[in-house]
């Protein structure tokens, strides 16, 4: 879909069907998503059919995982990747996973886009990769991952958003960790 301008006779300007007052101009956005696209999907159901049995009668307990890489490619062009696994277990009794369980399920999915970033400042920079890239990414692998899991034979997978602010702020401060534990990184 694209953006498209349309001047009126009376000054403002019609986009997509709404009328802004005034003069128009393109915004230029800091960052704008050139692609998006799985990586990588890997599901396995080891324990079939007898997981989807143990699932019929109790759902599993699901272990989420997730990381967030981003490199640059080129001309403040950057890859963001979105890495998600899921482990189910089949739930005890008392509802929780069993510490020792085969497992019922993994799903393991990179979901990655391409991002240009236009006058971002190198402060900055990092934190809008690494926060606000996922963001925009997550709604399309959560998807995925739902989709993907229902296809196995499972319920699907809704996973609750994600607040990549706390996990940029954890790997972070794993960062500053790891340098103060090792003086030799904290000078390189």
């Known amino acids: 879909m694209s953006d498209t301008t349309t001047p009126a006779a009376n000054g403002s300007s019609q986009t997509n069907g709404e009328t802004v007052q005034g003069n128009a101009s393109p915004v230029n956005a800091p960052i704008t998503i050139l692609a998006q696209y799985t990586k990588d999907l890997s599901f396995e159901n080891p324990k079939a059919p007898a997981s989807l049995a143990a699932a019929a009668k109790q759902p599993p307990q699901v272990e989420i995982n ?88 499972f319920p699907p997978l809704l996973i609750n958003p994600v607040d990549f602010t706390e996990l940029y702020r954890r790997q972070a401060g794993q960062v500053q960790n790891e340098q103060a534990a090792d003086p030799a990184t904290a000078d390189a």
């Open 66 to 153: 997730v990381d967030v890489q981003a490199r640059d490619l080129e001309n403040d062009v950057y890859e963001v990747v979105l890495r998600v696994v899921a482990t189910a277990r089949p739930a005890g009794p008392d509802g929780k996973a069993e510490a020792n369980a085969d497992v019922a399920f993994i799903l393991d999915l990179s979901y990655a886009g391409l991002f240009a970033l236009k006058g971002v400042n190198d402060e900055l920079r990092k934190p809008v990769l690494l926060i606000e890239a996922p963001r925009l990414l997550f709604p399309f692998a959560r998807e995925i991952l739902a989709n993907t899991s229902r296809q196995g034979g």
